[in-house]
């Protein structure tokens, strides 16, 4: 790889590093009597509101139909996930810097098997979140009815359209990931030329 | 099309009116686009907030222009049961005064701050005319937040008209009264009345202070204006009664040709204050204050305040001869023209504030009353309006140089030019009209487009409501060269004055909720883990939290009759108009209404022991109705011991809650168990 793909390479993997500070993901909830909306930002060391107490008047509405309170503090998840965001920004631009094009193949395996578990992991807590309710304390109970939110799109929850979509730091991720998927295959190309 | 419809619509009804009957004004009828000048879409918002006095319900109403909506009535002066104001401790302090408590007062004149002689939309004040006070609101949260008694006053109906940059607002007093107020014979009103004009600062939030009362002759002094541009540092006030009546005013003081307006030089009584030619005399009266992070009242009583002589302190006060009892006084936006309204006149009294200096400065003097020189009427006259009709009160100016003139006894606005003196045209109004408004009318750049009538008979305007009528409200298009009567809208109380300003300059800047957080309210309940009851001798405390759909605690037992039990209810909620509301079986005084994150204490005696369930009065979730609980009052000295319960389903939100409001859920556990054990006792 030429000096100049690397030092371009090394700037599209240094980009992912947004991740750790931008939303990874943002779920919006929609209701006709929340005009102004409520919503929620996963980053990768927490879940914050999009406005301030949006976490908190999510939980209190929560409460009617027996889910769990999302409590960041108890989501072990948000605790590595800085360091794993961390160890793949850094590897892949040491990687990146020396030109190895044969790790850089291997890293991006890494990365989407890393962002596959990841939105796994996601699926997996809103899963738990929309079925695991307590009927003892449910004060809206609808026989069959669950609440998990969609991964990505739409979907109507009682009165609540919530709709999920990657925040700007999984679309930094992004950068990272096609950065270098891009720059292996237009060098790649050359070289066979 | 469908507004174009409703424009027809009202036309046929004018024509069916019209022909159905004695013809009236061809005016009545409106032009076939007025109903979509006035009509607001669903979901769309009103391009101006309109705040009108109350009038004798002591509150102020905020409505949209120029749909003519009511969007909110503030409590001022009146106790207001509909959400607790003046019942609760936090805002029982705010209607006291040197007499005690007064529950009711009579508003007049809203008065919007102004920044560099423009509406600025920080505060809006406003008067109580029978036990004069001024009170500020904030308008962030709509709310009163600062209320100052005038001491040596009454009927403070000149007030509170303000300085170009919100330095004073004034309260010039409408009866003259002994000055200290003591048991005199009303026949001495000539040697023992006095009439004080009080200049409060008022540009700092929470600290309205009378910076001088000046002393005038015992006259009835009636309406106010700020000089601005050319005559800021100069305020204009109008008297009657120059004759000094005291007993049958309507003829006695209507004698006179010409009464006075009284030119007040402030800049120049600032100086005199500072130079120590002020007294201070022994006064009473009271300063109340709202403190924003506790959300609480709290009155002080002052004892004194600075008096300025006009003798001690040359210049600081002139007359202005003006026809026949003037009421209204008002100058125009170059600060040049001051406008007079003899309500008795034939004309209209224009004053030039030019000539009064130039007048001033080569003594065209006419003699001096209590020492206070009276300027020539031909040396300060600007101009006359002939034959503006009859009864002319108050004037408003719009963009163009305009003048608009309520006439009370002619029932109609008139509008006319500034400089020519020429009028221009003419509204009729239904029926006798008082103030009238434009919005930004006494800014140094009206914002123009409507005037407001104001009018104080209402007759057959609307459905008949018994004999007590609405009063009514009619908004006019002033952008053409010629009036268009767009709509009449009912008022409540008695509307006397009215300011206006764009919404943009307010609506953005509302207060959504209160920071739990940041509270600093000494009972504020931050999470359902500090609720609880204790007891302090024949003192109940019961500290409550309200969040959709329960209070907790919802079972309280232990109350013994006799017991003065404080209920401080905190709606911990901290969402955009999520509100709660507090009322008990039987209890005296009134409902509470708790905004979110405010902390709300209402005092309860029970007469009798029994059950008294208690419920939330504001419709907040679909669990409302299940919103309530009860308490247990028992006869003294039953032995019942204090507890509060929470019901079965409280119990397990109320774990939910603690769970999730604690960082470190141990500490939580602890108070849990700790409010649990309490609870249990």
């Not at chain 1, 000096?3 to 090394?10: F, G, Q």
């Not at chain 2, 009303?186 to 009378?210: C, H, W």
Request: with cysteine.
């Amino acid at each position: 790889m030429a000096p100049r793909a690397r030092l371009l390479t090394v700037l599209a993997v240094l980009v992912g590093l947004g991740a750790l500070v931008l939303p990874l993901w943002e779920v919006r909830l929609g209701a006709p009597q929340y005009p102004e909306g409520l919503g929620l930002q996963i980053h990768a060391h927490t879940v914050t509101g999009i406005k301030p107490n949006d976490l908190q008047n999510i939980n209190g509405l929560n409460h009617y139909i027996g889910m769990k309170p999302i409590l960041p503090d108890a989501i072990p998840e948000l605790r590595y996930m800085p360091w794993l965001i961390g160890a793949l920004i850094v590897s892949g631009a040491l990687l990146a810097a020396r030109g190895m094009r044969r790790g850089l193949w291997v890293w991006l395996a890494a990365f989407a098997l890393l962002g596959a578990v990841g939105l796994w992991d996601f699926w997996r807590w809103e899963h738990d979140y929309g079925h695991n309710l307590d009927m003892d304390t449910a004060i809206i109970v609808i026989p069959g009815m669950t609440y998990q939110p969609p991964l990505i799109g739409s979907k109507q929850l009682l009165n609540f359209t919530a709709t999920a979509w990657p925040g700007t730091g999984a679309m930094a991720l992004g950068v990272a990931f096609f950065g270098v998927l891009a720059t292996l295959a237009v060098t790649g190309r050359g070289r066979t030329a | 099309m469908r507004n174009q419809a409703l424009g027809r619509l009202t036309i046929m009804v004018g024509v069916v009116a019209a022909a159905g009957c004695t013809p009236k004004a061809p005016q009545q009828l409106v032009s076939g686009d007025a109903a979509s000048r006035v009509y607001v879409a669903p979901g769309e918002y009103d391009e101006l907030y309109s705040f009108m006095s109350g009038g004798f319900s002591g509150n102020v109403t905020v409505y949209g222009l120029p749909s003519g909506r009511l969007l909110k009535t503030i409590p001022v002066f009146s106790q207001f049961p509909e959400n607790g104001y003046g019942y609760t401790e936090e805002t029982k302090p705010m209607l006291e005064t040197s007499y005690g408590a007064v529950p009711w007062d009579d508003t007049h004149h809203p008065q919007l701050s102004q920044t560099k002689g423009m509406a600025d939309g920080r505060w809006l004040f406003i008067n109580g005319n029978n036990t004069p006070r001024i009170a500020r609101i904030d308008l962030t949260t709509f709310e009163t937040v600062e209320i100052l008694e005038i001491p040596h006053a009454a009927g403070g109906h000149a007030s509170p008209f303000i300085t170009p940059n919100s330095e004073y607002v004034v309260s010039a007093i409408r009866f003259s009264v002994p000055v200290p107020n003591v048991d005199v014979p009303v026949e001495t009103y000539k040697q023992n009345f006095k009439g004080s004009l009080s200049f409060v600062r008022a540009d700092q939030p929470g600290k309205m202070e009378i910076a001088f009362q000046l002393m005038m002759p015992g006259y009835n002094y009636d309406l106010g204006r700020a000089g601005k541009g050319k005559s800021d540092g100069w305020f204009f006030f109008t008297t009657y009664n120059s004759e000094q009546a005291f007993t049958n005013l309507e003829l006695n003081a209507s004698k006179s040709d010409k009464d006075f307006m009284a030119a007040v030089n402030w800049k120049l009584a600032e100086k005199c204050v500072a130079d120590g030619k002020a007294k201070t005399a022994p006064a009473r009266y009271a300063h109340n204050t709202f403190d924003h992070s506790s959300r609480q009242s709290k009155s002080e009583m002052i004892t004194s305040v600075r008096m300025l002589m006009p003798t001690d302190c040359p210049g600081v006060v002139y007359f202005l001869p003006t026809p026949k009892s003037p009421h209204g006084v008002n100058v125009d936006p170059t600060g040049e023209y001051i406008v007079g309204g003899g309500k008795l006149a034939s004309v209209i009294p224009v004053h030039s504030f030019t000539k009064m200096i130039a007048a001033i400065e080569s003594k065209a003097f006419d003699g001096e009353l209590y020492g206070i020189p009276i300027l020539k009427y031909e040396s300060v006259m600007a101009g006359e309006v002939q034959k503006p009709g009859l009864g002319p009160l108050h004037t408003e100016f719009d963009d163009k140089g305009n003048a608009y003139t309520s006439m009370f006894i002619s029932s109609e606005i008139v509008k006319w030019k500034l400089g020519t003196w020429e009028v221009l045209d003419r509204m009729p109004v239904y029926y006798s009209i008082g103030h009238l408004m434009v919005p930004g009318g006494d800014n140094v750049k009206p914002y123009g487009k409507y005037v407001v009538a104001m009018n104080k008979i209402t007759k057959d305007r609307y459905l008949p409501t018994g004999a007590e009528l609405t009063q009514s409200a009619q908004l006019i298009d002033i952008s053409g060269d010629k009036m268009k009567m767009l709509l009449d809208f009912p008022t409540q109380g008695e509307p006397h004055y009215a300011q206006a300003l764009p919404a943009s300059l307010i609506r953005d800047k509302q207060v959504k909720f209160f920071s739990l957080a940041e509270s600093t309210h000494p009972f504020v309940t931050r999470a359902e883990s500090e609720a609880g009851v204790s007891r302090d001798g024949r003192n109940v405390h019961v500290k409550m939290i309200a969040i959709r759909s329960h209070f907790a605690p919802d079972v309280i037992e232990g109350i013994e009759v006799g017991d003065t039990v404080s209920w401080h209810v905190t709606n911990v909620e901290q969402d955009w108009d999520i509100l709660h509301g507090f009322a008990v079986l039987g209890m005296n005084t009134a409902e509470i209404i708790l905004q979110p994150g405010e902390t709300r204490t209402i005092k309860w005696v029970p007469q009798k022991p029994g059950i008294y369930p208690f419920y939330c009065t504001d419709f907040c979730s679909a669990l409302h109705q299940e919103m309530s609980g009860y308490v247990r009052v028992s006869a003294r000295g039953s032995g019942v011991k204090l507890t509060s319960g929470v019901s079965a389903k409280a119990a397990t939100q109320q774990a939910r809650a603690g769970k999730y409001a604690a960082p470190k859920p141990e500490t939580h556990a602890h108070e849990a168990a700790q409010a649990a054990a309490k609870g249990g006792k």
